[in-house]
């Protein structure tokens, strides 16, 4: 049997592996990622992985250590979801550093408790004028000219502070979605603000985290849901029974009407733009902006160049870009969503999902319109789903590719620390 004190000590070190777990699920690691930093913790704490059992839900990681004479469970709720990519890719690298370095408890929690209290790379303000501009880019790689640039851009930023502004007074979050679109779309309408990524989703449902997944899909739904409320509203508080709007939307042309290096320049300010909104480190911006315009004109040559369309054309943008991250990682030395999500958010179908919205909304019982906004939402969905496939797949495939040799090296580190004397098991 253990002793009081061991019994105390292994608490302390499951608190400690869910803190972690729940930093990552709160900052928007997928679920590989979570739990291969949680049991990395975890054999850096002495706690063999064939005695731990980690079980991952959205709101819920649960941890349990048992043998053949004692079992010990611990739960962790994950109350508040965002994106935090310096976040996620600093607890990796404390993972690994923490077995290297030989570091205690106390170190770790330490080092812990730095990264949690660390402030984000942007101010408010600054976060605000990249969503303004990520959502301008938006504008001008499908179709809008530099005039419609600049005003998505000014309406997208007070959209932006309206929704913080709303998240700091405690108000529900998908209502503070639905007020900020409403906002954003009578802004809008006195002169496109949607495109919320799914990879995760997609990289959960490959690898096997089903219920992760799914409930990641139903949140997103459920914030789609809320824009489609705030956008409706205004449309009908503004607009009315008028069409027009709708008229405008669908004769927008998006085949490229401008030359390459423009659509280049709206990929590259629109992937910064995001990269702020996502929180990540300002080194790695022009980074993200060369992947934006690597995946845009690779999009922009299947789809109009060869003819593929737009879905092929998405799915290989992003397969390339996130291909290339399977390299780039070891150069910048970060997980490799935090490079390839930025990079494709310029490909967010943003106008066919915005015609798909609009045809709902204005449906006056025509023959043909239903079959239009179904055809304009299937084809958004399509390419959304493509173009994260494109990002999880060559990250999957290499992620297992090299876990082997991950296995190979964490086993070594861990050796050397038996040898040192520093290696104490539960």
């Known amino acids: 049997m253990m002793t009081d004190k061991e019994v105390l000590l292994l608490r302390r070190k499951l608190d400690l592996l869910l803190r972690t777990g729940k930093l990552l699920m709160e900052s928007a690691a997928d679920t590989n990622r979570i739990e291969r930093n949680m049991k ?78 660390q402030p984000r790379n942007y101010t408010p303000y600054i976060v605000a004028i990249g969503a303004g501009f990520a959502c301008g880019g938006f504008c001008k790689l499908f179709g809008g000219d530099w005039i419609a640039f ?98 405008k939307f669908s004769e927008l042309s998006m085949v490229p009407h401008d030359p390459y290096y423009v659509y280049a320049i709206a990929a590259a300010i629109s992937a910064v733009g995001f990269s702020m ?34 879905v092929i054309g998405s799915f290989m943008g992003s397969f390339v870009v996130s291909l290339i991250a399977v390299k780039a990682v070891h150069w910048f030395h970060v997980p490799n969503h935090v490079l390839t999500i930025p990079s494709v958010i310029p490909m967010i179908p943003g106008v066919l999902m915005y015609r798909s919205l609009l045809g709902f909304i204005n449906l006056h019982g025509v023959i043909g319109e239903v079959t239009n906004a179904f055809s304009n939402g299937i084809n958004s969905a399509l390419i959304i789903l493509c173009i994260s496939l494109g990002v999880a797949v060559p990250n999957i495939f290499a992620r297992r590719y090299i876990a082997k040799d991950r296995q190979r090296y964490l086993q070594e580190e861990l050796e050397k620390r038996r040898q040192r004397g520093k290696f104490i098991e539960w």
């Not at 849901?225 to 607009?239: D, K, P, Q, S």
Request: charged fraction near 20%.
């Open 40 to 117: 990395r913790v975890a054999a850096f704490m002495g706690i063999p992985e064939e005695k731990l059992h980690i079980d991952i839900r959205w709101t819920m990681i649960m941890v349990n250590v048992s043998d053949e004479r004692n079992s010990f469970s611990k739960f962790q709720k994950c109350e508040k979801h965002g994106i935090n990519m310096t976040t996620i890719s600093q607890v990796s690298k404390l993972s690994w550093r923490a077995i290297e370095q030989d570091y205690s408890l106390d170190k770790y929690e330490e080092e812990l408790e730095k990264i949690v209290r």
């Open 150 to 247: 600049l005003l998505t851009s000014i309406c997208t930023f007070i959209g932006f502070r309206v929704r913080a502004r709303c998240v700091e007074a405690g108000l529900n979050a998908y209502m503070g979605i639905a007020l900020a679109a409403f906002i954003c779309t009578c802004l809008a309408y006195a002169s496109s603000f949607l495109g919320i990524p799914l990879i995760n989703f997609v990289d959960d449902m490959i690898d096997n985290h089903l219920l992760v997944g799914i409930t990641r899909a139903a949140n997103t739904v459920m914030m789609v849901a809320a824009m489609t409320f705030g956008i409706a509203f205004a449309l009908r508080l503004l607009v009315m029974n008028d069409v027009s709007i709708d008229h």
């Open 277 to 310: 909104i996502f929180n990540i480190q300002r080194r790695l911006l022009w980074v993200v902006a060369l992947g934006g315009i690597i995946a845009v004109c690779i999009r922009n040559f299947v789809n109009f160049e060869l003819g593929y369309g737009p």
